[in-house]
C-alpha cells in the first residue's frame, strides 16, 4: 500500500495552453512583401476561409520603420474562439493557437497546411528550418506541486543560497530542443511548462504533431501527471 500510495500519478488539467509554429526562410521574400501583397492575401484567405477565416480577420503592418516587422496577419474571426492566427512577414511564417486539445488535431493541421501551401504557391518562400513550441499551465488536483518538481533538482543544486525551497523547477537545453518547467502565477498550485524543438524543412505537419505528442506524453510521465492533453 505504501508503495503503491508512492507512485500514484497526480491528477491534472490543463486550463491554458499556446501552441506556436515558426517557419524560417533561407532568405526574405522581399520581392514579394515589398511590393503588391494582394495576390499573397487573396490566396491565403481563399484557402483559410473554410475555416473561419475572413477578410476582417485580417491586418497589414506596414507602418514600423524596421522593414521586418512588415507582414500581414490572417486572425480567425468564426468562430473567434479558440483564437488562431496566420502571419506572414519578410521572414517567416508564424502561427499560434489558443486552447487547442488533440481532438482538434487533424482539423487545425489541415487548416494551417492549407495557408503554408498558398503562401509557398505565391510568394514561393524557401523554408530553413521549422520551430515548434508548446506553453501551457497545468493545474494539479491531488498533490502538491513542489512534490513533482522536488526529484528534478539534484541534491548539488540544493546547496545553492540558503532558506527554504519553494519550488523546484528547471531549463533544460538540448541540442535542438529545450524545456522550461516553472511555478504557474496564474493558476493556484500550477506549473508553467514551455517546450520547444526545431525541425527540418521537409518535416510535415503531421511528423510535426506526432513529435511534439511524444514530448507532451514524456513530460506527464517524467513528472508522474495523469489527465486530457
Not at 528550418?129 to 533538482?153: D, W
Request: aromatic content about 8%; charged content about 25%; glycine content about 6%.
Amino acid at each position: 500500500m505504501i508503495e503503491t500510495a508512492r507512485t500514484a500519478k497526480a491528477e491534472a488539467e490543463i486550463p491554458y495552453g499556446l501552441f506556436e509554429y515558426t517557419a524560417f526562410f533561407e532568405k526574405p521574400i522581399i520581392e514579394t512583401l515589398g511590393g503588391s501583397i494582394v495576390p499573397v492575401v487573396a490566396a491565403v484567405l481563399d484557402a483559410l476561409a473554410p475555416w473561419g477565416f475572413k477578410v476582417d480577420g485580417v491586418e497589414a503592418k506596414r507602418g514600423p520603420e524596421k522593414l521586418i516587422e512588415h507582414g500581414v496577419i490572417f486572425r480567425r474571426t468564426s468562430p473567434p474562439s479558440p483564437a488562431m492566427s496566420l502571419a506572414l512577414s519578410f521572414n517567416r511564417i508564424f502561427i499560434s493557437a489558443e486552447n487547442l486539445d488533440w481532438s482538434e488535431a487533424d482539423n487545425f493541421m489541415a487548416a494551417m497546411k492549407a495557408g503554408v501551401d498558398a503562401i509557398q504557391r505565391t510568394a514561393s518562400p524557401k523554408i530553413r528550418t521549422q520551430h515548434v513550441a508548446l506553453g501551457m499551465h497545468i493545474q494539479l488536483k491531488s498533490k502538491p506541486r513542489n512534490e513533482l518538481t522536488a526529484p528534478l533538482l539534484s541534491e548539488s543544486a540544493r546547496k545553492l543560497l540558503d532558506g527554504d525551497v519553494k519550488f523546484s523547477g528547471i531549463i533544460l537545453n538540448r541540442e535542438k530542443c529545450s524545456v522550461i518547467i516553472d511555478a504557474s502565477v496564474a493558476y493556484a498550485n500550477g506549473l508553467f511548462v514551455r517546450m520547444f524543438r526545431e525541425h527540418p524543412a521537409a518535416a510535415t505537419w503531421v511528423q510535426l504533431a506526432e513529435a511534439l505528442r511524444r514530448d507532451e506524453e514524456q513530460l506527464f510521465e517524467v513528472l508522474g501527471l495523469e489527465g486530457t492533453l
